[in-house]
Nanobody, 114 residues
Framework: EVQLVESGGGLVQPGGSLRLSCVAS????????MYWVRQAPGKALEYVGE???????YYADSVQGRFSISRDNAQNKLYLQMNSLITEDTGVYYC????????RGQGTQVTVSS
């Protein structure tokens, strides 16, 4: 059974940083493309970025240069380092096995506010 568990969210001031983690089970992240998606209050799920099976990494324009995705194959984990956070980054962040977030974890809340 595929399971994804995110953690690391919290309240942070604008300009701050957070590192999100996602522990996967039931499959190997090393063999999969993995995605981060997010959902702001009252809005649809939004693609944040991905790391492909061959370790190519892509980001949405809105986070390019501020966010960084990485993967620890030994621990079967995915990470999202978020720097220079802005209020528009507020939302629930999910790791997923597809870019639409159809198979995702329970999410972790990120709130960027002064």
């Amino acid at each position: 059974e595929v399971q994804l568990v995110e953690s690391g969210g919290g309240l942070v001031q604008p300009g701050g940083s957070l590192r999100l983690s996602c522990v996967a089970s039931g499959f190997r992240v090393a063999d999969s493309a993995m995605y981060w998606v997010r959902q702001a209050p009252g809005k649809a799920l939004e693609y944040v970025g991905e790391i492909t099976h061959h370790d190519f990494i892509y980001y949405a324009d809105s986070v390019q240069g501020r966010f960084s995705i990485s993967r620890d194959n030994a621990q079967n984990k995915l990470y999202l380092q978020m720097n220079s956070l802005i209020t528009e980054d507020t939302g629930v962040y999910y790791c997923a096995t597809d870019p639409d977030g159809r198979q995702r974890g329970q999410g972790t809340q990120v709130t960027v506010s002064s």
